[in-house]
């Protein structure tokens, strides 16, 4: 059984996170996904590394993908690129708004070469507004958009939340946007225009706070959920728990040894907890102290939510991990063998494995001669710089 956007072909102008893994999310069902880079690289190729060949994050968010070089500045290869867009289903980038018109790959453009093209463009702010040609990185649009109080817990003590959330986030929007627009051409025919920004991205993910109700301040508490719900030190290593529901909150108190609060109406709602959560924590804080965290998490499993604190290395080969085959070891030229994430998503069609990140212009010859270039065409857009 074939995955499902096999067929589908999609060109990765695109670099750091947000766009290059958004297109690794479409070569896990099965795109053909064609990364392609200015002859410096991706810049995230060059991001420092404890690996000695590559950047670790390049590696991690660009699988699944053939790379080839071809500089759009000069007047060969943008024709060249024009070539592969004629056979090509989706376009992404992510330049600030006013650069694709300046090297003629705008959306009107290339869609006078390609009517039903689907073209995603990834912005920091979005493509109109004072901000429009910024500069919009993950860190700076957490700072923008709130993120950044929020995970610090006030106004006074900003903090960012490292790893790229913003970013990874845009990226699945990227993957969303794409295939939303590829049913919409199955329906209709037509091609659009799909826009992906960190900003709306940001925003997104503070959608249960970004609530502002007529009647109360606009700086009104937009806490939700029970302030006890936290990391825990334990006897040895940290568990995270939270028991919202009554009966969770009921088996908290039993395994912790204090059943009778489980039945206390000072604390007999959530609500209430959290109003009280300066009397709860101590007790639990103090409780947890006699078992360690992993001893915590298999005394509490299937009746508190809580999961004791790991770091991402114990994910290599954690059961729960290979039992769902989320770690798929490849080959590298440079590298050598490398371990990574297989797929995001499984569905119960195709099932291929994920292929690994390339090398710089690994693929040019390849990938230009399965769109019809010939050898001496590929001979002469690399003796003008074009290609390398």
Same mark, same amino acid.
């Given at each position: ?36 880079? #200015? ?41 060249? !690129? ?61 700072? !923008? ?12 003590? /900003? ?46 993910? #503070? ?21 006890? #719900? ?17 009966? @969770? ?15 206390? /109406? ?38 508190? /939510? ?9 994910? @290599? ?53 399965? @769109?019809? !270039? ?15």
């Amino acid at each position: 059984m074939s995955d499902a956007l096999e067929g589908i072909v999609v060109l990765d102008l695109t670099g750091y996170i947000a766009g290059p893994y958004g297109s690794a999310l479409l070569g896990d069902v099965g795109a053909e996904i064609i990364k392609i880079e #200015a002859p410096c690289g991706d810049t995230l190729r060059q991001y420092p590394s404890s690996l000695k060949e590559e950047s670790r994050a390049f590696l991690g968010v660009n699988r699944n993908k053939r790379s080839i070089v071809l500089n759009l500045k000069r007047d060969e290869g943008r024709a060249a !690129f024009y070539r592969l867009v004629e056979q090509a289903d989706v376009v992404v980038h992510n330049f600030r708004p006013s650069v694709p018109r300046s090297l003629g790959i705008d959306y009107e453009t290339l869609r006078s070469r390609r009517p039903d093209l689907i073209y995603c463009s990834v912005t920091g702010y979005g493509e109109s507004g004072p901000l429009r040609d910024h500069p919009g990185y993950d860190t700076m649009l957490q700072c !923008f958009t709130g993120l950044a109080v929020m995970q610090g817990g006030g106004a006074g003590q /900003p903090k960012i939340l490292n790893g790229s959330i913003v970013d990874y986030y845009a990226a699945s929007m990227v993957a969303f946007g794409v295939s939303s627009a590829l049913v919409h051409r199955l329906r209709t025919g037509e091609g659009q225009h799909v826009k992906v920004s960190l900003l709306r991205s940001a925003m997104a993910l #503070a959608a249960g706070r970004f609530i502002w109700a007529a009647s109360e301040p606009r700086d009104a508490n937009r806490d939700w959920g029970a302030s006890y #719900a936290r990391i825990y030190p334990t006897r040895e290593g940290y568990l995270y728990l939270q028991a919202p529901s009554p009966a @969770f909150w009921k088996h908290l108190c039993e395994a912790l040894g204090f059943p009778e609060l489980a039945e206390d /109406p000072r604390y007999d709602s959530l609500k209430k907890r959290d109003d009280r959560s300066g009397e709860i924590i101590p007790i639990i804080e103090n409780a947890l102290k006699q078992h360690t965290a992993r001893e915590w998490e298999q005394l509490m499993y299937g009746k508190v /939510p809580c999961i004791a604190v790991r770091k991402i290395e114990e994910m @290599f080969d954690h059961p729960q991990i290979l039992a769902e085959g989320l770690v798929v070891e490849h080959e590298h030229p440079r590298v050598g063998k490398y371990l990574s994430l297989s797929r995001a998503v499984e569905m119960g069609i195709g099932g291929g494995s994920s292929g690994r990140a390339p090398m710089l212009g690994e693929h040019t010859d390849e990938v230009l001669a399965r @769109f019809g !270039f010939r050898k001496d065409e590929i001979a002469e857009l690399r003796a003008s710089g074009a290609v390398s």
